[in-house]
């Protein structure tokens, strides 16, 4: 027991120095551990910061380049707006010219609508003038142009308002024009009377006998008969006279004419 207890106590002496030494390297070796952790970190952490560094250069320079693009696309941006704008200006002078040009057109075509309405009008109311018109006199109807009207009618005013030296030359003047026309016949009564108030008596004759050649069945016939008795008679030719009053009570027996020319054929003898 006693050796037993003495090896025991040898082997406690032999394992306490070992045990305090380990116990002694055991803080050392954690130490040392611990520190090569920390420069390991550390590095880590310089090459994290110094990518990151190197990450943000980077984006920096992205984002400046991408700026220096930005602003090269603001300056194109820019240029193209004032030169939009410009063309803009001159697209209104050109719009305000073209405006100006429209007033200007509007107010041509207007004065040539109605220079247009007024010529039509114009035009048509000398058609209107052109145009012959139905004519009723003496019994009868016959077409007559405007002028032809006027004519007549511009003579037998100047008869009608006793100027005869006016009248006898309109009336012939009508005759010559219109030789044919549907008032010559009455043109021919009324020159004659004109003529006899003139006391042209021999014009006045010649008239009468072309009036009832030219229209023996024309009511003013018998009237147109006596009238040339009546120029014989003024000229002092007496036979002449009773044979014309004789004529017209044998063509016209039961005209007022015929009941005067009884009378004035009595005065002849």
Same mark, same amino acid.
């Given at each position: 027991?006693a050796?037993?207890?003495?090896?025991? $106590?040898a082997?406690?002496r032999?394992?306490?120095? @070992?045990?305090l030494? #380990?116990?002694? +390297? &055991?803080?050392?070796? *954690?130490? %040392?551990?611990?520190d090569d952790?920390?420069?390991?970190a550390?590095l880590?952490?310089?090459a994290?910061v110094?990518?990151?560094d190197?990450q943000?250069?980077?984006?920096?320079?992205?984002l400046?380049?991408?700026?220096?693009?930005l602003?090269?696309?603001? $300056?194109?941006?820019?240029r193209?707006?004032?030169? @939009?704008?410009?063309? #803009?200006?001159? +697209? &209104?002078?050109?719009? *305000?010219? %073209?405006?100006?040009?429209?007033?200007?057109m509007?107010?041509e075509?207007?004065?040539?609508q109605?220079?247009?309405?007024d010529?039509?009008q114009?035009?048509?109311?000398?058609?209107?003038r052109?145009?012959?018109?139905?004519?009723?006199l003496?019994?009868?109807?016959?077409?007559?142009?405007?002028?032809?009207?006027?004519?007549?009618?511009?003579?037998?005013?100047?008869l009608r308002?006793?100027?005869?030296?006016?009248?006898a030359?309109?009336?012939?003047a009508?005759?010559?024009?219109?030789?044919?026309s549907?008032?010559?016949?009455?043109?021919?009564?009324w020159?004659?009377?004109?003529?006899?108030?003139r006391?042209?008596?021999?014009?006045a004759?010649a008239?009468?006998r072309?009036?009832?050649?030219?229209a023996?069945e024309?009511?003013?016939?018998p009237?147109?008969?006596?009238?040339?008795?009546?120029?014989?008679?003024?000229?002092k030719?007496?036979?002449?006279?009773?044979?014309?009053i004789?004529?017209?009570?044998?063509?016209?027996?039961k005209?007022?004419?015929a009941q005067?020319?009884?009378d004035?054929?009595?005065?002849?003898?």
């Amino acid at each position: 027991m006693a050796a037993l207890h003495g090896s025991r $106590a040898a082997g406690w002496r032999v394992a306490v120095p @070992l045990l305090l030494g #380990l116990l002694t +390297l &055991r803080p050392a070796a *954690a130490a %040392l551990f611990e520190d090569d952790e920390a420069r390991r970190a550390i590095l880590d952490l310089r090459a994290r910061v110094t990518q990151n560094d190197e990450q943000q250069r980077a984006r920096m320079a992205e984002l400046t380049q991408a700026n220096a693009r930005l602003l090269d696309q603001v $300056a194109v941006l820019q240029r193209s707006l004032l030169d @939009l704008n410009g063309q #803009l200006e001159s +697209l &209104r002078g050109e719009l *305000a010219g %073209l405006r100006g040009q429209n007033e200007v057109m509007q107010r041509e075509v207007a004065d040539l609508q109605k220079r247009q309405r007024d010529l039509g009008q114009a035009v048509d109311e000398r058609m209107r003038r052109l145009e012959p018109v139905r004519v009723s006199l003496d019994g009868q109807e016959f077409n007559a142009e405007p002028d032809e009207r006027k004519g007549y009618e511009e003579a037998l005013a100047l008869l009608r308002g006793g100027d005869f030296d006016k009248a006898a030359p309109a009336l012939a003047a009508f005759l010559r024009r219109y030789p044919s026309s549907g008032y010559a016949n009455a043109a021919r009564f009324w020159l004659g009377n004109a003529q006899y108030a003139r006391r042209d008596y021999k014009e006045a004759i010649a008239s009468f006998r072309a009036f009832v050649t030219a229209a023996p069945e024309h009511p003013r016939a018998p009237e147109a008969l006596l009238a040339l008795a009546n120029s014989q008679a003024e000229m002092k030719d007496t036979k002449a006279a009773r044979r014309t009053i004789e004529e017209l009570l044998k063509a016209y027996p039961k005209s007022e004419a015929a009941q005067a020319g009884k009378d004035r054929l009595a005065a002849l003898r």
